[in-house]
Protein backbone atom coordinates (compact mmCIF):
# COMPACT_ATOMS: atom_id res chain seq x y z
CA UNK A 1 0.00 0.00 0.00
CA UNK A 2 2.81 2.02 1.10
CA UNK A 3 4.75 1.82 -2.27
CA UNK A 4 1.80 2.15 -4.24
CA UNK A 5 1.03 5.73 -2.35
CA UNK A 6 4.74 6.54 -3.00
CA UNK A 7 4.78 5.64 -6.82
CA UNK A 8 1.43 7.46 -7.02
CA UNK A 9 3.52 10.49 -5.64
CA UNK A 10 6.46 10.28 -7.87
CA UNK A 11 4.14 9.66 -10.89
CA UNK A 12 2.43 13.27 -9.73
CA UNK A 13 5.63 14.90 -9.74
CA UNK A 14 6.56 13.84 -13.01
CA UNK A 15 3.57 14.50 -14.78
CA UNK A 16 3.05 18.27 -13.09
CA UNK A 17 4.79 20.91 -15.57
CA UNK A 18 3.86 23.42 -12.82
CA UNK A 19 7.51 24.13 -11.35
CA UNK A 20 8.73 25.10 -15.10
CA UNK A 21 7.34 29.03 -14.07
CA UNK A 22 9.06 29.11 -10.71
CA UNK A 23 12.53 27.47 -11.76
CA UNK A 24 12.10 30.08 -15.06
CA UNK A 25 11.27 33.18 -12.99
CA UNK A 26 13.00 33.11 -10.44
CA UNK A 27 16.34 31.32 -11.44
CA UNK A 28 16.89 33.33 -14.36
CA UNK A 29 16.60 36.52 -11.60
CA UNK A 30 18.84 34.79 -9.62
CA UNK A 31 21.33 34.60 -12.40
CA UNK A 32 20.95 38.59 -13.37
CA UNK A 33 21.27 39.69 -9.85
CA UNK A 34 24.40 37.73 -9.41
CA UNK A 35 26.07 38.43 -12.81
CA UNK A 36 25.24 42.24 -11.88
CA UNK A 37 26.26 41.86 -8.38
CA UNK A 38 29.91 40.15 -9.36
CA UNK A 39 30.41 43.09 -12.22
CA UNK A 40 29.28 46.18 -9.44
CA UNK A 41 32.10 44.12 -7.12
CA UNK A 42 34.12 43.79 -9.56
CA UNK A 43 34.11 47.49 -10.79
CA UNK A 44 34.77 48.69 -7.39
CA UNK A 45 37.76 46.78 -6.98
CA UNK A 46 39.29 48.47 -9.81
CA UNK A 47 38.06 51.82 -8.89
CA UNK A 48 39.63 51.47 -5.43
CA UNK A 49 42.75 50.32 -7.46
CA UNK A 50 42.71 53.44 -9.25
CA UNK A 51 41.97 55.97 -6.24
CA UNK A 52 44.54 54.42 -4.13
CA UNK A 53 46.86 55.02 -6.91
CA UNK A 54 46.07 58.56 -7.34
CA UNK A 55 46.03 59.28 -3.90
CA UNK A 56 49.97 57.97 -4.38
CA UNK A 57 50.51 60.53 -6.62
CA UNK A 58 48.50 63.59 -4.82
CA UNK A 59 50.86 62.48 -1.76
CA UNK A 60 54.04 62.54 -4.00
CA UNK A 61 52.34 66.12 -5.07
CA UNK A 62 51.91 67.31 -1.68
CA UNK A 63 55.20 66.38 -0.14
CA UNK A 64 56.97 68.58 -2.84
CA UNK A 65 54.38 71.75 -2.44
CA UNK A 66 55.07 71.26 1.36
CA UNK A 67 59.15 71.58 0.51
CA UNK A 68 58.53 74.30 -1.38
CA UNK A 69 55.92 76.05 1.04
CA UNK A 70 58.67 75.56 4.02
CA UNK A 71 61.74 76.80 1.95
CA UNK A 72 59.33 80.03 1.37
CA UNK A 73 58.03 80.68 5.01
CA UNK A 74 61.81 80.05 5.81
CA UNK A 75 62.47 83.24 4.04
CA UNK A 76 60.65 85.24 6.56
CA UNK A 77 63.14 83.74 9.44
CA UNK A 78 66.76 84.53 8.77
CA UNK A 79 67.46 80.43 9.37
CA UNK A 80 66.08 79.16 5.85
CA UNK A 81 68.50 76.76 3.90
CA UNK A 82 67.83 76.21 0.51
CA UNK A 83 66.98 72.24 -0.31
CA UNK A 84 68.54 69.84 -2.62
CA UNK A 85 64.79 67.49 -3.41
CA UNK A 86 65.28 63.80 -4.13
CA UNK A 87 61.98 62.78 -5.52
CA UNK A 88 63.58 59.14 -5.77
CA UNK A 89 63.55 59.09 -2.02
CA UNK A 90 59.89 57.93 -2.25
CA UNK A 91 60.28 54.69 -3.95
CA UNK A 92 57.11 54.65 -5.10
CA UNK A 93 57.90 55.23 -8.70
CA UNK A 94 59.46 52.29 -9.00
CA UNK A 95 57.23 49.95 -7.92
CA UNK A 96 54.07 51.90 -8.10
CA UNK A 97 51.28 50.63 -10.28
CA UNK A 98 51.44 52.77 -12.77
CA UNK A 99 51.35 52.07 -16.54
CA UNK A 100 54.24 54.34 -17.44
CA UNK A 101 56.81 56.76 -15.78
CA UNK A 102 55.33 59.69 -13.74
CA UNK A 103 56.05 62.94 -15.29
CA UNK A 104 56.43 66.13 -13.15
CA UNK A 105 56.17 69.78 -14.32
CA UNK A 106 56.49 72.70 -12.49
CA UNK A 107 55.32 76.02 -13.07
CA UNK A 108 55.34 79.49 -11.40
CA UNK A 109 51.73 78.43 -9.75
CA UNK A 110 51.78 74.90 -9.21
CA UNK A 111 53.45 71.53 -9.17
CA UNK A 112 52.49 69.03 -11.52
CA UNK A 113 52.16 65.06 -11.48
CA UNK A 114 51.02 62.88 -14.38
CA UNK A 115 50.90 59.56 -15.02
CA UNK A 116 48.60 56.77 -16.80
CA UNK A 117 46.61 54.31 -14.56
CA UNK A 118 44.21 51.70 -16.15
CA UNK A 119 44.00 53.59 -19.65
CA UNK A 120 43.28 56.71 -17.88
CA UNK A 121 45.31 59.80 -17.41
CA UNK A 122 45.37 61.05 -13.94
CA UNK A 123 46.82 64.22 -12.44
CA UNK A 124 48.40 65.79 -9.14
CA UNK A 125 47.90 69.03 -9.26
CA UNK A 126 49.19 71.22 -5.93
CA UNK A 127 49.64 75.42 -5.94
CA UNK A 128 52.16 76.81 -4.58
CA UNK A 129 51.66 79.57 -1.68
CA UNK A 130 54.47 81.46 -2.01
CA UNK A 131 55.56 83.20 -4.82
CA UNK A 132 57.78 81.03 -7.86
CA UNK A 133 59.46 80.84 -10.47
CA UNK A 134 60.79 78.14 -12.57
CA UNK A 135 64.21 79.46 -13.22
CA UNK A 136 67.82 79.29 -12.42
CA UNK A 137 68.78 82.59 -10.94
CA UNK A 138 70.81 83.60 -13.90
CA UNK A 139 67.92 83.44 -16.27
CA UNK A 140 65.62 85.10 -13.56
CA UNK A 141 68.42 87.97 -13.63
CA UNK A 142 68.55 88.35 -17.06
CA UNK A 143 64.62 88.19 -17.61
CA UNK A 144 64.41 91.18 -15.15
CA UNK A 145 67.54 92.98 -16.97
CA UNK A 146 65.64 92.23 -20.33
CA UNK A 147 62.42 93.61 -19.37
CA UNK A 148 63.40 96.40 -16.54
CA UNK A 149 66.80 96.97 -17.37
CA UNK A 150 67.88 96.26 -14.01
CA UNK A 151 68.69 92.66 -12.73
CA UNK A 152 66.56 93.36 -9.05
CA UNK A 153 69.68 92.45 -7.03
CA UNK A 154 70.99 94.98 -3.91
CA UNK A 155 73.11 96.71 -6.05
CA UNK A 156 70.84 97.05 -9.13
CA UNK A 157 67.26 97.14 -7.79
CA UNK A 158 64.27 97.51 -10.56
CA UNK A 159 62.36 100.94 -10.82
CA UNK A 160 59.71 101.50 -8.44
CA UNK A 161 56.04 99.70 -9.04
CA UNK A 162 55.27 96.25 -7.44
CA UNK A 163 52.48 95.73 -9.83
CA UNK A 164 54.50 96.08 -13.04
CA UNK A 165 56.85 93.61 -11.56
CA UNK A 166 54.49 91.06 -9.78
CA UNK A 167 52.57 91.12 -13.33
CA UNK A 168 55.66 90.15 -14.90
CA UNK A 169 56.86 87.44 -12.44
CA UNK A 170 53.24 85.88 -12.96
CA UNK A 171 53.51 86.12 -16.74
CA UNK A 172 57.07 84.26 -17.26
CA UNK A 173 56.36 81.64 -14.67
CA UNK A 174 52.97 80.67 -16.42
CA UNK A 175 54.55 78.08 -18.54
CA UNK A 176 55.39 74.87 -17.20
CA UNK A 177 58.69 73.41 -17.48
CA UNK A 178 59.35 69.25 -17.42
CA UNK A 179 61.67 67.73 -14.74
CA UNK A 180 63.16 64.62 -14.43
CA UNK A 181 62.41 63.03 -11.13
CA UNK A 182 65.53 60.63 -11.24
CA UNK A 183 67.46 64.35 -10.64
CA UNK A 184 67.60 65.83 -7.45
CA UNK A 185 65.74 69.55 -7.23
CA UNK A 186 67.26 72.70 -5.99
CA UNK A 187 64.60 74.85 -4.31
CA UNK A 188 66.26 77.97 -3.39
CA UNK A 189 65.11 81.46 -2.26
CA UNK A 190 66.42 84.65 -3.72
CA UNK A 191 65.63 88.48 -3.14
CA UNK A 192 64.17 90.64 -5.89
CA UNK A 193 65.48 93.95 -4.47
CA UNK A 194 62.78 97.48 -6.21
CA UNK A 195 64.04 100.95 -5.49
CA UNK A 196 61.45 102.79 -3.37
CA UNK A 197 62.89 106.62 -3.15
CA UNK A 198 66.20 106.83 -1.94
CA UNK A 199 65.45 103.36 0.59
CA UNK A 200 66.07 99.60 -1.20
CA UNK A 201 63.83 97.33 -0.47
CA UNK A 202 63.11 93.43 -1.56
CA UNK A 203 61.06 90.39 -1.47
CA UNK A 204 61.52 86.79 -1.82
CA UNK A 205 60.88 84.42 -4.73
CA UNK A 206 61.33 80.56 -4.87
CA UNK A 207 63.64 79.34 -7.80
CA UNK A 208 63.09 75.74 -8.72
CA UNK A 209 65.33 74.21 -10.96
CA UNK A 210 67.74 71.27 -12.10
CA UNK B 1 -26.83 24.30 -7.43
CA UNK B 2 -22.74 24.66 -7.78
CA UNK B 3 -20.57 22.22 -6.99
CA UNK B 4 -16.58 22.51 -7.31
CA UNK B 5 -14.13 20.08 -6.43
CA UNK B 6 -10.21 20.01 -5.48
CA UNK B 7 -8.72 17.15 -6.95
CA UNK B 8 -5.24 16.07 -5.92
CA UNK B 9 -4.28 19.38 -5.06
CA UNK B 10 -3.62 20.64 -8.63
CA UNK B 11 -6.57 20.12 -10.72
CA UNK B 12 -9.43 22.50 -10.65
CA UNK B 13 -12.69 21.03 -11.88
CA UNK B 14 -16.09 23.13 -11.74
CA UNK B 15 -19.31 22.71 -13.78
CA UNK B 16 -23.32 22.82 -13.54
CA UNK B 17 -24.78 20.00 -12.03
CA UNK B 18 -28.45 19.35 -12.10
CA UNK B 19 -30.07 16.81 -9.62
CA UNK B 20 -29.49 15.68 -5.86
CA UNK B 21 -26.54 14.42 -4.05
CA UNK B 22 -27.97 12.07 -1.36
CA UNK B 23 -25.63 10.67 1.38
CA UNK B 24 -23.32 12.09 3.15
CA UNK B 25 -21.16 14.52 1.58
CA UNK B 26 -18.41 14.33 4.32
CA UNK B 27 -17.89 10.61 3.96
CA UNK B 28 -18.60 8.53 1.64
CA UNK B 29 -20.78 9.17 -1.29
CA UNK B 30 -23.37 6.76 -2.19
CA UNK B 31 -25.49 6.45 -5.32
CA UNK B 32 -25.00 8.15 -8.78
CA UNK B 33 -24.71 11.71 -10.36
CA UNK B 34 -27.43 12.14 -12.53
CA UNK B 35 -27.60 15.28 -15.19
CA UNK B 36 -25.76 17.65 -17.40
CA UNK B 37 -22.38 17.72 -17.54
CA UNK B 38 -20.90 20.56 -19.32
CA UNK B 39 -17.76 18.64 -20.87
CA UNK B 40 -17.25 15.37 -21.96
CA UNK B 41 -15.61 12.47 -19.51
CA UNK B 42 -14.85 8.84 -19.83
CA UNK B 43 -17.92 7.83 -18.55
CA UNK B 44 -16.88 6.52 -15.38
CA UNK B 45 -18.36 7.83 -11.98
CA UNK B 46 -17.22 11.55 -11.49
CA UNK B 47 -16.27 11.20 -8.02
CA UNK B 48 -13.86 8.06 -7.22
CA UNK B 49 -12.50 7.29 -3.02
CA UNK B 50 -9.75 9.99 -2.82
CA UNK B 51 -6.91 7.50 -2.54
CA UNK B 52 -7.06 5.99 -6.19
CA UNK B 53 -5.20 8.03 -8.75
CA UNK B 54 -7.53 10.32 -10.80
CA UNK B 55 -7.02 11.35 -14.54
CA UNK B 56 -8.27 13.68 -16.61
CA UNK B 57 -8.06 12.85 -20.06
CA UNK B 58 -8.75 16.39 -21.51
CA UNK B 59 -6.15 18.19 -19.59
CA UNK B 60 -3.32 19.85 -21.86
CA UNK B 61 0.45 18.90 -21.05
CA UNK B 62 1.33 22.57 -20.33
CA UNK B 63 -2.24 23.63 -19.03
CA UNK B 64 -0.88 23.59 -15.05
CA UNK B 65 1.88 26.28 -16.36
CA UNK B 66 -0.56 28.21 -16.46
CA UNK B 67 -3.89 27.38 -14.48
CA UNK B 68 -2.18 26.89 -11.46
CA UNK B 69 -1.43 29.36 -8.51
CA UNK B 70 0.01 27.18 -5.67
CA UNK B 71 3.76 27.81 -6.79
CA UNK B 72 3.55 31.78 -7.05
CA UNK B 73 4.86 32.52 -3.56
CA UNK B 74 8.15 30.57 -4.51
CA UNK B 75 9.76 32.59 -6.82
CA UNK B 76 8.67 35.52 -5.37
CA UNK B 77 10.74 34.14 -1.99
CA UNK B 78 13.76 33.97 -4.69
CA UNK B 79 13.35 37.55 -5.66
CA UNK B 80 13.03 39.06 -2.20
CA UNK B 81 16.34 37.17 -0.64
CA UNK B 82 17.81 38.57 -3.82
CA UNK B 83 16.30 42.12 -3.75
CA UNK B 84 17.42 42.05 0.01
CA UNK B 85 21.03 41.05 -0.80
CA UNK B 86 21.37 43.50 -3.96
CA UNK B 87 19.86 46.57 -1.66
CA UNK B 88 23.00 45.44 0.97
CA UNK B 89 24.85 45.76 -1.30
CA UNK B 90 24.13 49.21 -2.65
CA UNK B 91 23.90 50.41 0.70
CA UNK B 92 27.60 49.05 1.38
CA UNK B 93 28.47 51.26 -2.00
CA UNK B 94 26.93 54.28 -0.72
CA UNK B 95 28.32 54.02 2.70
CA UNK B 96 31.77 53.25 1.37
CA UNK B 97 31.59 56.53 -1.04
CA UNK B 98 30.06 58.63 1.70
CA UNK B 99 33.01 57.74 3.94
CA UNK B 100 35.39 58.31 0.81
CA UNK B 101 34.28 61.92 0.30
CA UNK B 102 33.97 62.83 3.89
CA UNK B 103 37.81 61.71 4.16
CA UNK B 104 38.65 64.11 0.84
CA UNK B 105 36.75 66.83 2.83
CA UNK B 106 38.85 66.49 5.62
CA UNK B 107 42.05 65.89 3.76
CA UNK B 108 41.63 68.91 1.77
CA UNK B 109 40.64 70.84 4.29
CA UNK B 110 43.56 70.05 6.67
CA UNK B 111 45.42 70.29 3.86
CA UNK B 112 44.78 73.72 3.36
CA UNK B 113 44.92 74.64 6.32
CA UNK B 114 48.02 73.59 6.47
CA UNK B 115 49.20 75.52 3.93
CA UNK B 116 47.22 78.62 5.71
CA UNK B 117 49.28 78.08 9.25
CA UNK B 118 52.25 78.28 7.32
CA UNK B 119 50.98 81.69 5.74
CA UNK B 120 50.06 82.89 9.07
CA UNK B 121 53.45 82.03 11.01
CA UNK B 122 55.78 83.37 7.90
CA UNK B 123 53.41 86.45 8.47
CA UNK B 124 54.09 86.58 12.49
CA UNK B 125 57.51 86.43 11.99
CA UNK B 126 57.63 88.92 8.93
CA UNK B 127 60.33 91.97 9.34
CA UNK B 128 57.74 94.08 7.37
CA UNK B 129 55.03 94.00 10.50
CA UNK B 130 57.91 94.78 12.81
CA UNK B 131 59.92 98.02 14.35
CA UNK B 132 62.63 98.07 16.53
CA UNK B 133 61.86 95.35 18.47
CA UNK B 134 62.52 91.82 16.90
CA UNK B 135 60.03 89.83 18.93
CA UNK B 136 56.95 92.28 18.90
CA UNK B 137 54.84 93.55 16.05
CA UNK B 138 54.09 96.75 16.08
CA UNK B 139 51.53 99.14 16.24
CA UNK B 140 52.79 102.05 14.55
CA UNK B 141 53.75 99.98 11.33
CA UNK B 142 50.13 98.02 11.28
CA UNK B 143 48.98 101.75 11.52
CA UNK B 144 50.66 102.96 8.86
CA UNK B 145 50.39 99.22 6.45
CA UNK B 146 46.73 98.83 6.99
CA UNK B 147 45.67 102.61 6.75
CA UNK B 148 45.08 104.17 2.90
CA UNK B 149 48.82 105.62 2.79
CA UNK B 150 50.36 101.95 2.84
CA UNK B 151 49.57 100.87 -0.49
CA UNK B 152 53.37 100.31 -1.05
CA UNK B 153 53.71 98.18 2.15
CA UNK B 154 51.14 96.89 1.43
CA UNK B 155 52.51 95.58 -2.17
CA UNK B 156 55.49 95.09 -0.60
CA UNK B 157 54.32 92.06 1.75
CA UNK B 158 51.99 90.32 -0.43
CA UNK B 159 54.87 90.12 -3.35
CA UNK B 160 56.29 87.05 -1.80
CA UNK B 161 52.88 85.28 -1.87
CA UNK B 162 51.72 83.45 -5.09
CA UNK B 163 48.27 84.66 -6.70
CA UNK B 164 46.80 81.06 -5.72
CA UNK B 165 45.77 82.33 -2.55
CA UNK B 166 44.12 85.30 -2.05
CA UNK B 167 43.98 86.24 1.78
CA UNK B 168 43.86 88.86 4.30
CA UNK B 169 45.30 89.59 6.99
CA UNK B 170 43.88 90.40 10.75
CA UNK B 171 45.46 90.87 13.97
CA UNK B 172 43.58 92.01 17.05
CA UNK B 173 44.49 92.24 20.00
CA UNK B 174 43.33 89.85 22.84
CA UNK B 175 41.20 92.71 24.49
CA UNK B 176 39.47 93.18 21.61
CA UNK B 177 40.18 96.96 21.68
CA UNK B 178 42.60 97.37 18.67
CA UNK B 179 41.96 95.48 15.44
CA UNK B 180 44.31 95.91 12.24
CA UNK B 181 43.11 94.67 8.57
CA UNK B 182 45.30 93.78 5.74
CA UNK B 183 43.88 92.89 2.39
CA UNK B 184 45.89 93.13 -0.59
CA UNK B 185 45.26 96.26 -3.41
CA UNK B 186 44.87 93.77 -6.59
CA UNK B 187 41.86 92.21 -4.71
CA UNK B 188 38.37 93.74 -4.80
CA UNK B 189 37.59 94.37 -0.93
CA UNK B 190 33.77 93.25 -1.98
CA UNK B 191 35.58 89.86 -2.87
CA UNK B 192 35.80 89.71 1.28
CA UNK B 193 32.52 89.92 2.10
CA UNK B 194 31.19 87.24 0.04
CA UNK B 195 29.72 84.38 1.55
CA UNK B 196 32.63 81.63 0.31
CA UNK B 197 34.33 78.87 1.76
CA UNK B 198 37.23 80.12 3.91
CA UNK B 199 39.96 78.48 6.08
CA UNK B 200 42.14 80.83 8.69
CA UNK B 201 44.39 80.14 10.59
CA UNK B 202 45.82 82.16 13.79
CA UNK B 203 48.85 82.35 15.83
CA UNK B 204 49.36 84.26 18.86
CA UNK B 205 51.71 87.49 18.84
CA UNK B 206 52.43 89.90 21.09
CA UNK B 207 51.91 93.99 20.16
CA UNK B 208 53.53 96.65 20.92
CA UNK B 209 50.83 99.55 21.43
CA UNK B 210 53.83 102.20 22.51
CA UNK B 211 57.41 101.77 24.06
CA UNK B 212 55.88 101.73 27.78
CA UNK B 213 53.02 98.83 27.39
CA UNK B 214 53.13 95.62 25.00
CA UNK B 215 49.86 93.10 24.97
CA UNK B 216 49.07 90.04 23.40
CA UNK B 217 46.98 89.36 20.56
CA UNK B 218 46.63 87.27 17.34
CA UNK B 219 47.84 87.08 14.15
CA UNK B 220 44.67 85.57 11.88
CA UNK B 221 45.22 84.62 8.36
CA UNK B 222 42.15 84.00 6.30
CA UNK B 223 42.00 82.71 2.88
CA UNK B 224 39.06 82.70 1.21
CA UNK B 225 37.92 80.18 -1.55
CA UNK B 226 39.48 80.78 -4.76
CA UNK B 227 38.57 79.57 -8.73
CA UNK B 228 41.07 76.68 -8.63
CA UNK B 229 39.63 75.29 -5.50
Known sequence: MNHRIRMHSVWIILEDESAWADFLISKAALILASAVLFAALFQLGAGFRSLEAGEELDAAARDFKAAVDEVGAGSFREDSPDVLYHFEEFGWFQFSPFERGVEAYVSGEYFRLETEIDGKTVWAVKPFAFRVLPFNETEMRGKLLDRFGAEGSREDPLPPGYSEIKEYLSAIGTAEKEMDIAKDVSIRKEFIYVKEGEEVSGFVCILIYQ | ?229
Open chain 2, 1 to 229: MCVSSSINDHSFVSGELKGEISGNVSGKISGSISGKFPFKHSGKPFLRPFREPFRIPFRNPFSGLFRDESGVLEPQADLLSTALSVIGFVVFAVLLSQGYLGYEDRSFALENYDSVSLLAESLAGSPVLRAENPDLLSARVLDGISGTGGKVERERLFAAFSGNYVFLIDIRTRDGKWEWRIMPDDTDPAFFLEETDRIAASVPVVIELNPAESVPGTLTVVVYQPGWV
